[in-house]
């Protein structure tokens, strides 16, 4: 109970800390997002109108009573207002949130799907030879860009074999260019900790006493490798969230869908911050929960590490940082 | 159970009974390391894996001689079009084709090179600089301040890299310099964690103790003995980041936050044929393929160099 206590306490501390990194990135620096937008000569506003303009975004107000309103603001659920539209920013994303999270779990799924496909490939009995075509996939995967996978695909699906309609696809078909294009990058990762904890428990003694008494490759693939060596993916949960948004924010840009990704490019171009702060806090949070959730889970689900050696759990995650 | 599969298992067991020590051995002192994870298994199985790392180097060389003398590779100017030639498609002259306004792709490939190569050059001295210094002082100092350290990189990776380098781009403004930085500022937390469990790693060491026994002040034992021990990994690790950082760029560039238009930079190129994706398949395929092989390029010189490192 103390761990899990301990635990929270530092999931809340880093999320404290990422709030206060956003905001002095974001917030805090010189880039004053409202004078952008106002001192525009074509609005032909007089200084003063425009002092009033920034009290009524809280611009004028000093920076720790800023940060001490966003903060309570945020706890809120309040994200406050984009200065391109004036709309509040939980507003613009509740709009869009849905879209994103249909694309990136179908995306997630196909990824795991594609994954295990890969490493099951990698490791069948009866295809040794050309074992490695697939092992060397992960990192074909990985080197490929995302936009320019999403533009082959409709190059090749709408324009070639005109399989999927570019103008006006079903909400169906809309959505297979756009999954597999987020798929792709998203099952590198998984698929390569996939292979590699394969091959370590390949080499454990039990797998050798196993096949001693006669088991044939399947079974000990089935039964005895799969199950252990599922567990190490899961520690990636929070990478592959961080992935999956900056892959959603490539997809729908090339697909043109609305959703958060579209939104964070917009907002990067309007200059946006209010929009841009909400959304990395946002994503900084799903990251810390669902890698919290894992480090309490993982001792649930292997047994190995029980109440006792709980305090290694966090010590064997390793946090690759791919970017995309 | 069929003989013929008995046979396979029987064959199967010698190959990996035989084996299982030593690799196990090895695979536990490669733990640690999470770039290298096909690289082993295929000079195991094939034998000869050095030709995939000698085709990455000099592929890696050849682009880097485009960035330096462009005119030698290609004669046609990247940003003036001749209109007589537009849109064709890749022939002997235009290897890559011609864009709509005449412009002959190679050659904005190839002159498109220095902005890619810098930019990736930026983002990882901004990484090493900023993400070693911290490391090291994290490593090398007391638990308190350590913890501290480390747990401030610890934000940095819960904000998703896209984001943090947008983030990043917001602030300073788009350009290609602006570009580079934001991606570099997303790999500091990856040369943080880095150097510190190398510095933690190599103090531990005999020598190390022995260094300082023998009276060894700490910036020269860090310079003599810490630093050469953990070049390997860190070397490593930025041939990598220079392959993400090449991929970063290019999406940023993508999204139109890098370099601005007439400039031939790889992701943008591919932003504008993206117009013409119905008519012109090669102004968006040929691009992007230059692009996945020297991001894959990199990637395998990086685990070359790791795996170098743990035979030595």
Known sequence: ??????????????????????????????????????????????PDQIAALRQAYGAD??????????????????????????????????????????????????AVILAVGITILANLPGLRRIADVFRSLPSLFVAVPVFWLGIVLIQVF?????????????????LILPVLTLAVPISAPIAQ???????????????????????????????????????PAFTMA?????????????????????????????????QDTPILLAIVLLSATAFVVINLVVDLLYPVLDPRLGPRRRARVAAPRERKVVSV | MSIDEREAAAEREISVGGTAPAERDERAARLPDPFTPQRRSLRERIGRPRIAVVLSVVWLILVVLWALFPSVFTPFDPIAGNAAEAQQAPSLAHPFGTDATGRDMFSRVVYGSINSLSG??????????????????????????????????????????????????ILLGFGTAQAAIAVGFTS????????????????????????FASGGRFLPVLWRHVLP????????????????????????????????PPTPEWGLMIAEGRNYVATAWWLTTLPGAVVVLVVLSANRVSAAIAARGRIS
């Open chain 1, 193 to 231: 900790i996939l292979i590699r904890s394969v091959d370590d428990v390949l080499g454990y003694p039990f797998v050798a006493v196993v096949r001693a008494r006669g088991a044939d490759p399947w079974w000990i693939l089935w039964r005895n490798v799969a199950r252990n060596a599922v567990l």
């Open chain 2, 229 to 260: 021990n953990s070049l390997n990994a860190v070397l490593a690790l930025a041939a990598l980041q220079f392959g993400t950082a090449v991929l970063s760029i290019s999406t940023l560039g993508f999204l139109g936050y890098g370099a601005p």
């Open chain 1, 158 to 174: 709408s324009f070639q074999l005109r399989l999927i309609p570019v103008i006006n696809p079903g909400p169906i078909e809309g």
């Open chain 1, 238 to 270: 929070g990478v592959l969230f961080g992935e999956l948004i900056g892959g959603a924010v490539v997809t729908e840009t090339v697909f043109g869908r609305a959703g958060v990704g579209r939104l964070t490019a917009d907002a990067v171009t309007q």
């Open chain 1, 61 to 110: 107000t000093p920076l720790p009573a800023q940060y001490l309103h966003s903060l309570l603001g945020f706890l809120g659920g309040d994200f406050g207002y984009s200065i391109q539209s004036g709309t509040p920013v939980r507003q613009l994303l509740a709009e869009v949130v849905p879209g994103t999270l249909i694309l990136a779990a179908l995306g997630f799924v196909s």
């Open chain 1, 1 to 46: 109970m103390r761990y899990v206590l301990g635990r929270l306490g530092q999931a809340a501390a880093v999320l404290l800390a990422a709030f206060t990194v956003a905001f002095i990135l974001l917030q805090a620096m010189p880039g004053d997002a409202i004078m952008i937008k106002f001192e525009n000569p074509e609005l032909g506003l007089s």
């Open chain 2, 188 to 211: 500091v937390a990856a040369f943080a964690r880095l150097s510190r469990s190398e510095v933690v790693r190599v103090r531990g060491t005999d020598y190390v103790e022995a260094a």
């Open chain 2, 120 to 169: 990736a050059l930026i983002a990882v001295s901004v990484g090493f600089v900023i993400g070693t210094a911290i490391g090291v002082f994290a490593g090398s100092s007391r638990r308190l301040v350590d913890d501290i350290l480390m747990r401030i990189v610890d934000v940095f990776l819960a904000i998703p890299s896209l984001l943090l380098s947008l983030s990043i781009i």
